[in-house]
């Protein structure tokens, strides 16, 4: 069965993995993060810049990837307090877009993860776990983005390739 659906590989992004509470990550650099999410396992947007509340005091920070020099700059490890990590990851995922009216049903045969709406919020983002892989897994307005360690890329291509018809 073909689904109606339209998967990409996606660029790479920059990303920073922020460790440590709100208030001392807000102390930090507040002012040039977003809005830090509201709730786990979602995503707060802003001024081109990605938020994700990924675990407890676990932070991923996402933008594009002309911004990475900026962003390290910014978020120097060196500087930071001994109660935050901030650790510069942007080499370590590959994300591909699952987009379309058939979205779902492709994210359900790659993951056991809930993503109906009533479970998976409309900013939603979590690691599960697609096609035996660690996944990080982001909702985006036409479907989800889906996210594996760079080594495995081309074998998720491959699954995402044959599932989807």
């Given at each position: 069965?073909?689904?109606?659906?339209?998967?990409?590989?996606?660029?790479?992004?920059?990303?920073?993995?922020?460790?440590?509470?709100?208030?001392?990550?807000?102390?930090?650099?507040?002012?040039?993060l977003?809005?830090?999410?509201?709730?786990?396992?979602?995503?707060?947007?802003?001024?081109?810049?990605?938020?994700?509340?990924?675990?407890?005091?676990?932070?991923?920070?996402?933008?594009?990837?002309?911004?990475?020099?900026?962003?390290?700059?910014?978020?120097?490890?060196?500087?930071?307090?001994?109660?935050?990590?901030?650790?510069?990851?942007?080499?370590?995922?590959?994300?591909?877009?699952?987009?379309?009216?058939?979205?779902?049903?492709?994210?359900?045969i790659?993951?056991?993860?809930?993503?109906?709406?009533?479970?998976?919020?409309?900013?939603?983002?979590?690691?599960?776990?697609?096609?035996?892989?660690?996944?990080?897994?982001?909702?985006?307005?036409?479907?989800?983005e889906l996210?594996?360690?760079?080594s495995?890329?081309?074998?998720?291509?491959?699954?995402?390739?044959?599932?989807?018809?």
């Amino acid at each position: 069965m073909a689904y109606d659906v339209l998967i990409e590989k996606q660029g790479q992004y920059a990303i920073i993995d922020l460790k440590g509470t709100k208030q001392a990550i807000d102390d930090w650099k507040g002012p040039h993060l977003p809005a830090f999410p509201t709730a786990p396992n979602t995503a707060s947007r802003g001024d081109g810049l990605e938020l994700f509340w990924i675990g407890r005091d676990h932070w991923l920070l996402r933008a594009p990837l002309d911004r990475e020099a900026a962003l390290l700059q910014t978020f120097d490890p060196t500087t930071a307090p001994v109660d935050i990590s901030a650790v510069l990851v942007s080499d370590t995922l590959a994300f591909f877009s699952i987009t379309g009216p058939d979205a779902e049903q492709i994210l359900s045969i790659a993951s056991s993860l809930d993503t109906r709406p009533q479970s998976f919020a409309q900013n939603g983002v979590t690691y599960s776990e697609a096609f035996g892989l660690k996944a990080l897994i982001i909702r985006c307005p036409d479907g989800y983005e889906l996210a594996v360690e760079r080594s495995y890329a081309d074998m998720t291509r491959e699954y995402l390739t044959r599932i989807s018809g």
